[in-house]
């Protein structure tokens, strides 16, 4: 049992410190509990006949430290329930599988994550769901692209790499508009966490988190998140447990001790970002600065109207130059580390291909895009690692 009777009525940073713990124990942490076998009092108990039903029946099932991390993140959420996967790219798979049979259709957002993509090309398709991905900036004209076998609207905000910003509550106004037939949508939330957005008050059924990135926040894990509403919790729960779905419990316990100062570290993520996004701005060798918060982003309104913060992950087009030019940049920077995942301590630098995915809004742009994680480092040490880093792009010109 967790308790959140202290906790469901304050303000995020306060829940942070105060959900999932065990209820009636005088630790402020959870056990971590690594098992299989769990004993039962009586045969009568084990087959559900006794007085006393029992509280754990199998590790799979259910424990005390994935107990504790699920409350959390319902509690954040606002989540009728939560389930654990192994990575953010399963609970992506998962929840699609959740809501998806053979013969219908799903709607897939055009800048979705590249490994949601490929779940929905690949294993989806094997088991007979016809995938149709749709313009990110597409909003109430999303009604027009649903068809009587349409179960389920897969979002992502901002969009991978390139951070345009789906108008969430338009779609889901509009979907509600059909009435009994309206399709479950599922909104990839990894970018803005439960913090800064929450998917289940603006209509969406299930929100999904790699909590690999903000929640674990040291580069240390990886885990996933769905936390659903009612129209969609049965289901997830069932194929969840069906695809014998269990995340370790040393993993479960990194997420646990990373969500406790989620809060301070996104603040600093936030300000730090948002300086050197406003930083490569007036520098001459960039293009364009893709970050939501700013006011020269295209979708800048909805990000003001919907989200409380942003986070620590933006992108940025360099004016045209080689591929030379690009990769002295990147390779040359000192404390940016050149790595996939985001959402830890430490700076990381991409070149991004959205070319390469896109279908069905073609990406073009004015030269190679850039993406940064913005670790925790000092501020003023990374914009000088940058700008020795754009120094070399002119070296090369
Ligand atoms: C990283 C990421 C995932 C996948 O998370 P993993 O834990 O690495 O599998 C899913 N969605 C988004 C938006 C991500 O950035």
Same mark, same amino acid.
């Given at each position: +049992? ?14 942070? $410190? ?17 098992? %299989?076998?769990?004993? =039962?009092?009586?045969?009568? /108990? ?118 345009? +910003? ?29 913090? =800064?957005?929450?998917? *289940? ?50 993993? +479960? ?5 990373? $969500?406790r100062t989620m809060a301070v ?6 300000? #730090? ?5 406003r930083w490569l701005e007036t ?30 992950? =933006? ?10 030019? #690009? $990769? ?6 000192? *404390?940016?580390?050149?790595?996939? %995942? ?21 990406? %073009? ?22 700008? /020795? ?9």
């Amino acid at each position: +049992m967790t308790d959140t009777s202290k906790a469901s009525s304050t303000a995020p940073a306060t829940r942070l $410190a105060h959900a999932g713990r065990v209820e009636g124990s005088p630790f402020v942490n959870p056990p971590v509990i690594h098992a %299989s076998t769990v004993l =039962f009092e009586s045969v009568a /108990q084990m087959k559900g006949k006794a007085e006393k039903p029992a509280r754990y029946t199998y590790g799979r099932r259910g424990t005390p430290t994935s107990e504790s991390l699920e409350g959390l993140i319902a509690d954040l959420e606002g989540a009728e329930g939560v389930v654990l996967t192994p990575s953010g790219a399963s609970a992506c798979a998962i929840g699609l599988m959740s809501v998806l049979a053979s013969g219908d259709h799903v709607l897939v957002m055009d800048g979705v994550y590249g490994p949601t993509r490929n779940a929905c090309d690949g294993l989806l398709k094997r088991f007979g769901v016809e995938t149709t991905y749709f313009d990110t900036r597409i909003g109430a004209g999303i009604v027009d692209l649903v068809r009587p076998t349409t179960r389920a609207v897969f979002l992502e905000s901002p969009a991978s790499l390139t951070f345009e +910003m789906p108008d969430v509550t338009a779609i889901t106004r509009a979907l509600d508009g059909l009435g009994g037939a309206r399709p479950i949508v599922l909104m990839d939330n990894t970018w803005a966490t439960p913090l =800064f957005y929450r998917p *289940l008050d603006h209509g969406v059924d299930v929100s999904i988190m790699a909590a690999t990135k903000y929640v674990v926040g040291h580069s240390d894990a990886l885990i996933g998140t769905l936390a659903c509403g009612p129209r969609a919790w049965a289901k997830v729960k069932t194929t969840h447990g069906d695809l014998g779905m269990f995340t370790g419990p040393d993993d +479960m316990y990194l997420a646990l001790r990373g $969500a406790r100062t989620m809060a301070v570290r996104l603040a600093q993520h936030q300000r #730090s970002a948002l300086a050197i996004a406003r930083w490569l701005e007036t520098r001459p060798e960039v293009a364009r600065v893709l970050h939501p918060a700013l006011p020269s982003h295209p979708d800048h309104a909805i990000w003001k109207r919907d989200f409380t913060g942003a986070s620590g992950l =933006f992108s940025f087009v360099l004016k045209a130059c080689s591929f030379e030019a #690009s $990769a002295a940049f990147l390779d040359g920077l000192d *404390l940016f580390g050149l790595g996939y %995942s985001w959402g830890g301590y430490e700076s990381l630098a991409i070149l991004a291909e959205p070319q390469a995915i896109r279908t069905a809004t073609p990406w %073009s742009a004015e030269g190679p895009l850039v993406r940064l994680q913005i670790g925790l480092e000092d501020t003023d040490d990374l914009i000088a690692d940058l700008a /020795q880093g754009l120094d070399r792009i002119a070296a090369h010109a």
